[in-house]
């Protein structure tokens, strides 16, 4: 099917340092979103990104989608114990397709 | 503020038994939408209504599978003849269906199959 991919799977960040996760689709997207579950928890929309090269930030958190739209980008500045969890990057609108996720951990 | 709603949270049933869950979305909002999760993965669609009607529905929904949204309201989502593969938790998300992109996630129904 068409699936968005998602690296790295897993990251293991000490507080304070940066993350970054990555997707890419083979087809060009015309939205991007992405959600954030947290463990024992649901998925909860963080953002939808739609137009080539756009940029996003929420605090310590940005989103970029890329020139082609087939890529986006989700970058934590400096994480707090408060970040961890699984980010996924999703297309769609109704029926909305989910990347593998990047879960996030954080040694205080 | 009510959020979407699922019951019950927590399901084990015995393989070939029948299950029945329920989802209450947000009141005011239109579409009501169904997800599978398993382990280390991301939810899968299942299927979508706007309002009463059943707009769309996966191929990973078998004839096994079967959703209803009666008044517009609330959903149920019933599987017959489960199956250990059947195992996952089952999520529900309710949206505004003009001008909407955000899906509002419930707490899910973790199903064990034995």
């Not at chain 1, 707090?80 to 996924?88: A, N």
């Not at chain 2, 959020?3 to 909002?29: A, L, M, W, Y």
């Not at chain 2, 489960?82 to 419930?106: H, K, N, P, W």
Request: aromatic share 10%; with cysteine; net charge positive.
């Amino acid at each position: 099917g068409q699936q968005v991919m998602q690296i790295p799977q897993y990251q293991h960040v000490q507080e304070g340092e940066d993350f970054t996760t990555y997707c890419n689709s083979s087809t060009t997207l015309s939205n991007i979103q992405w959600y954030k579950q947290r463990p024992g928890g649901h998925p909860v929309f963080l953002i939808q990104l739609v137009k080539s090269g756009e940029v996003k930030k929420q605090k310590r958190l940005t989103f970029q989608f890329g020139e082609a739209k087939k890529n986006s980008s989700l970058h934590i500045t400096a994480t707090q114990t408060t970040d961890v969890g699984t980010y996924f990057c999703v297309k769609g609108a109704q029926k909305l397709v989910f990347g593998q996720g990047t879960r996030l951990t954080i040694n205080p | 503020d009510t959020g979407v709603s699922q019951d019950p949270r927590h399901k084990i049933t015995k393989r070939g038994q029948n299950v029945t869950f329920r989802c209450d979305p947000i009141s005011e909002h239109n579409r009501l939408y169904w997800y599978r999760q398993t382990l280390g993965q991301g939810p899968e669609f299942l299927t979508y209504f706007q309002n009463e009607a059943q707009l769309e529905k996966s191929r990973l929904l078998s004839d096994r599978f079967s959703a209803e949204r009666p008044k517009g309201s609330f959903s149920t989502l019933e599987i017959q003849r489960t199956e250990q593969g059947d195992s996952a938790m089952y999520l529900c998300a309710s949206s505004r269906s003009v001008g909407a992109i955000e899906q509002y996630f419930g707490p899910g129904t973790r199903l064990t199959v034995t």
